[in-house]
């Protein structure tokens, strides 16, 4: 998410795939691999998701494993409202 950046990461799966666009595209949870808060904030790193959208990458976008505080945090201000929460459970 922090770098290279959302766009570049998606660009990269998608060409990886062979495909033009996801269906659905997720930020997989709201810290870094290390357990590390991202650099940018969640709403910073949502409207990166939203211009996936905008430029056609993505059809919708989501999110995986938020909280309800991590989801609060991007809510009010979000054009795009996550498509889902894909959440992990055992």
Same mark, same amino acid.
């Given at each position: 998410?922090?770098?290279?950046?959302?766009?570049?990461?998606?660009?990269?799966?998608?060409?990886?795939?062979?495909?033009?666009?996801?269906?659905?595209?997720?930020?997989?949870?709201?810290?870094?691999?290390?357990?590390?808060?991202?650099?940018?904030?969640?709403?910073?790193? =949502? $409207?990166?998701?939203?211009?996936?959208?905008?430029?056609?990458? #993505? *059809?919708?976008?989501?999110?995986? @494993? =938020? $909280?309800?505080?991590?989801?609060?945090?991007?809510?009010?201000? #979000? *054009?795009?409202?996550?498509?889902? @929460?894909?959440?992990?459970?055992?």
């Amino acid at each position: 998410v922090d770098d290279p950046g959302v766009e570049a990461v998606c660009k990269r799966s998608l060409a990886s795939m062979g495909v033009e666009y996801f269906d659905l595209y997720l930020v997989h949870a709201p810290f870094c691999k290390d357990g590390e808060p991202f650099k940018k904030t969640l709403l910073d790193v =949502w $409207r990166s998701m939203e211009a996936l959208v905008d430029n056609k990458l #993505a *059809r919708a976008i989501g999110v995986s @494993n =938020w $909280r309800i505080c991590d989801l609060e945090e991007i809510f009010d201000e #979000a *054009r795009i409202k996550p498509a889902c @929460n894909q959440v992990e459970a055992h």
